[in-house]
T-cell receptor
Framework: DAGVIQSPRHEVTEMGQEVTLRCKPI?????LFWYRQTMMRGLELLIY????????DSGMPEDRFSAKMPNASFSTLKIQPSEPRDSAVYFC?????????????FGDGTRLSIL | GQNIDQPTEMTATEGAIVQINCTYQ??????LFWYQQHAGEAPTFLSY????GLEEKGRFSSFLSRSKGYSYLLLKELQMKDSASYLC????????????FGQGTTLQVKP
């Protein structure tokens, strides 16, 4: 079975550029989560969707970050303009419905470096 | 708010038993997850505790005590491949999938 698929796996770009991260959740999963992981702050939830609707975006750092889920099989996280402090590993995860008691399945992550 | 504490690093010997603790302060939660994360890889699910007590899954067990505000992950018959970070995460009181992760404990297994 295909797991959560993220692209690109690695991204290196210069500050000020727009960055778009992509995620395809596991088919049939109703919830989708975007996380950011750094050594300093650990794994932080940025935003999550339930049935394609954003439920909680309180973790989104600032207006430079935006996320969309146009359909059940695709989501994007966009950073515009990017800054060096955005360098991190960004994970997408999905889970079945069930009030959160089902485990989240993580993609392999996008390693983002902003120069 | 929620606060989760885990030891930053632990070292253990191959074949031994190790206990990784997780303490938390929260006003309420549905349950507690443990995830394993190897260096450079994604977190993977290990266990989920809702009720107090021990949940056993092969070499791994997880324990929860709500009254004492702590959980632990017990790893038996340690293998070199168990070297990884172990993350505990609180599943909040709202009926959603939102998790709050601890900083993780990096376990190094030595021969």
């Amino acid at each position: 079975d295909a797991g959560v698929i993220q692209s690109p796996r690695h991204e290196v770009t210069e500050m000020g550029q727009e960055v778009t991260l992509r995620c395809k959740p596991i088919s049939g999963h109703n919830s989708l989560f975007w996380y950011r992981q750094t050594m300093m702050r650990g794994l932080e939830l940025l935003i999550y969707f339930n049935n394609n609707v954003p439920i909680d975006d309180s973790g989104m750092p600032e207006d430079r970050f935006s996320a969309k889920m146009p359909n059940a099989s695709f989501s994007t996280l966009k950073i515009q303009p990017s800054e060096p402090r955005d360098s991190a590993v960004y994970f997408c995860a999905s889970s079945p419905s069930g009030g959160g008691r089902q485990p989240q399945h993580f993609g392999d992550g996008t390693r983002l470096s902003i120069l | 708010g929620q606060n989760i504490d885990q030891p930053t690093e632990m070292t253990a010997t191959e074949g031994a038993i190790v206990q990784i603790n997780c303490t938390y302060q929260t006003s309420g939660f549905n349950g507690l997850f443990w995830y394993q994360q190897h260096a450079g890889e994604a977190p993977t699910f290990l266990s989920y505790n809702v009720l107090d007590g021990l949940e056993e899954k092969g070499r791994f067990s997880s324990f929860l005590s709500r009254s004492k505000g702590y959980s632990y992950l017990l790893l038996k018959e340690l293998q070199m491949k168990d070297s990884a970070s172990y993350l505990c995460a609180l599943h909040g009181s709202s009926n959603t999938g939102k998790l709050i992760f601890g900083q993780g404990t990096t376990l190094q297994v030595k021969p």
